[in-house]
């Protein structure tokens, strides 16, 4: 009876266990999907001089290179930081807006608003004709007839773009930087989730469409983290695949799996429930994370690609990076790595950006004879 009794409890207790996993993994995989995006502030200005800002020391305060302030009236841009001291950090203060001394911000990898006129650029809006409906994109014109389609991250935007698009103009490449759905200004996917790529990738072809179009002959793909899964997923499935002739991937996403344990470290999930939130997203948008692990499923066209990682990177782990470029000869697929110490994701750029453009140009004359 003894025996009974603690089985039965024993069941229950793995029941109770079972289903509270469960629920974890759910909760997980609806962070991950939701596109909606609700703004964080956990910088506090201190001071503002003519040309400084002071901020309450933090990890992030503290990057080195520049970076933009975002806060709801304002975007400032901050220079290097030039001290740092008894809990404060104190760096260049370039431009923008100057917020007020108890502002509460967040620093942007973007510091550029609102569109490629802040780089001096003229442009065009254009609608690319998706399968879900009309997605407005930049266009950026210019000479040659390789065009540059520029994809952003996860929760980003086209701002992203504006960092690099001078010295891509300057090369004379047309750049088409389009939304994809479940941005602010484009289509919501059916089911209101991301699908990490694995829809998303459809909205690139229709990029890709537009510039054929407008008389692109050839294409280079330039992805920022999510955008290299979306990219790759192009690359594996488009009829338009083999028009590409370059790519570029900044802190790229190129195993999901890896990268969803990254976060939920990040969340103290405990390890032993991370599958439970790997499987909740899998049963809800039917992604087959096998297709997303790049260095054991490489994609069906492989151009040579620049892979751009930073070694702090909290988002999406370096390491995969890392390993897809040393086992690239094997997978003839042409990729050079350039690691980047000490920024966060998709921080290589602010950096040092003469650097990092410098790393672009080189590759991309290379490689575009």
Excluded: C, K
């Excluded at 000869?329 to 110490?341: G, R």
């Excluded at 998709?346 to 004359?365: K, M």
């Amino acid at each position: 009876m003894a025996r009974s009794v603690w089985w039965g409890l024993g069941v229950g207790v793995g029941a109770g266990f079972g289903a509270a996993s469960a629920g974890v993994g759910w909760f997980y995989s609806s962070v991950l999907l939701d596109p909606t995006q609700r703004p964080v502030y956990p910088e506090r200005v201190l001071a503002v001089g003519p040309a400084s800002i002071t901020l309450a020391a933090t990890r992030l305060a503290a990057q080195p290179g520049t970076w933009g302030l975002r806060w709801p009236e304002g975007l400032a841009v901050m220079g290097p930081v030039t001290a740092a001291r008894d809990g404060e950090v104190v760096r260049t203060l370039l431009g923008g807006h100057r917020p007020v001394p108890g502002t509460t911000a967040v620093l942007d990898t973007g510091p550029f608003d609102p569109d490629p006129s802040a780089r001096g650029l003229a442009f065009e809006t254009v609608d690319v004709a998706t399968p879900l409906g009309p997605s407005p994109a930049w266009l950026v014109p210019a000479s040659r007839d390789t065009w540059v389609i520029m994809i952003h991250g996860r929760g980003g935007s086209r701002r992203e773009a504006l960092r690099v698009l001078p010295a891509l103009h300057g090369l004379g490449f047309p750049v088409l930087v389009p939304t994809y759905r479940n941005d602010e200004e484009a289509p919501a996917s059916p089911d209101g989730h991301y699908h990490l790529g694995d829809t998303e990738w459809l909205d690139v072809e229709a990029a890709v469409e537009l510039a054929l179009e407008r008389g692109a002959r050839r294409i280079v793909l330039f992805g920022w983290s999510m955008g290299g899964a979306i990219t790759a997923a192009f690359l594996d499935r488009s009829v338009h695949a083999s028009l590409v002739d370059a790519m570029v991937w900044d802190a790229p996403l190129v195993d999901w799996r890896a990268t969803l344990r990254l976060q939920a470290r990040n969340r103290r999930l405990p390890p032993g429930l991370t599958p439970f939130a790997t499987t909740a997203t899998r049963m809800r948008i039917g992604i087959d994370f096998d297709r997303f692990d790049l260095r054991r499923r490489p994609p069906a066209v492989r151009p040579p690609t620049l892979i751009v990682h930073s070694t702090e990177d909290t988002a999406v782990p370096v390491g995969p990076s890392r390993a897809l470029a040393a086992v690239a000869a094997s997978l003839d697929w042409p990729i050079e790595y350039l690691e980047v110490p000490d920024v966060e994701h998709t921080a290589s750029w602010n950096a040092d950006p003469e650097a990092y453009e410098r790393a672009v140009a080189g590759f991309l004359e290379r490689v575009l004879r």
